[in-house]
């Protein structure tokens, strides 16, 4: 089955505990990125990949850090976690060879830093 | 800054009633996508639209596109319960295959 998956889906951290939220798709899909969606807010692009090795920021990237090295994988890493990062954070990506950027989504992480 | 904006933001209906969320853009495009969210849960990509005039129907929903606007719309025919989620809209300005989600419309079928 075509899916993005995304581990932990739940997670309760403390203020500063390194943490990496995994991200995986199993379509060959080039582009993949990571969001936050915050109450009143909508969805807000963390950090994308075009391909591997090709990683830039978002609107919303101070905290967070992201690596590509391999096609399938984008694991998302706060290396030093605060309240302010508490969120509902998704992976999604999507096949840019078609000439638009339709995104498939993973199932979500649910992140509280105390 | 590209700007999206749906509305309404919330939307209460009775079943059988027709309605229409809109997205409003602030830069040009031309591809302009439409999520729905169920709560607690992912995105599921409903419609994409990949040019002025484009409309795309499922079931009933249907959702178009007017790029000299700026402006798409997703309609609602005949609303269910089971059309009860969070509906999104997100714009493509082809800037590093980005996309800019609108904040959503809260869609509530009522029996």
């Known amino acids: 089955e075509a899916q993005v998956t995304q581990n932990p889906r739940y997670l309760i951290t403390v203020t500063g505990k390194k943490l990496t939220v995994t991200c995986s798709q199993n379509?060959?899909?080039?582009?993949m990125s990571w969001y936050r969606q915050d109450p009143g807010l909508g969805l807000r692009q963390i950090y994308y990949s075009m391909n591997v090795e090709v990683t830039d920021k978002g609107d919303v990237p101070e905290g967070y850090k992201v690596s590509r090295k391999e096609k399938r994988n984008f694991p998302l890493i706060l290396e030093s976690p605060s309240p302010n990062q508490t969120s509902l954070y998704f992976c999604?990506?999507?096949?840019?060879?078609?000439?638009?950027?339709?995104?498939?989504f993973g199932p979500g992480t649910r992140l509280t830093v105390l | 800054e590209l700007k999206v904006e749906q509305n309404p933001l919330f939307l209460s209906m009775q079943e059988g009633k027709n309605y229409t969320i809109y997205c409003n853009y602030s830069t040009t495009s031309d591809r302009l996508y439409w999520y729905r969210q169920d709560p607690g849960k992912s995105l599921e990509s409903l419609f994409v639209?990949?040019?002025?005039?484009a409309v795309k129907q499922e079931g009933r929903l249907m959702a178009s596109l007017d790029t000299k606007a700026r402006l798409s719309t997703l309609h609602i025919t005949a609303a269910v319960h089971d059309l009860s989620a969070t509906y999104f809209c997100a714009v493509d300005t082809g800037t590093a295959s980005k996309l800019t989600f609108g904040t959503g419309t809260r869609l509530q079928v009522t029996l």
């Open positions: 379509m060959n899909h080039e582009y």
């Open positions: 999604a990506s999507s096949l840019l060879g078609e000439g638009y950027n339709e995104q498939f």
């Open positions: 639209l990949l040019s002025n005039g």
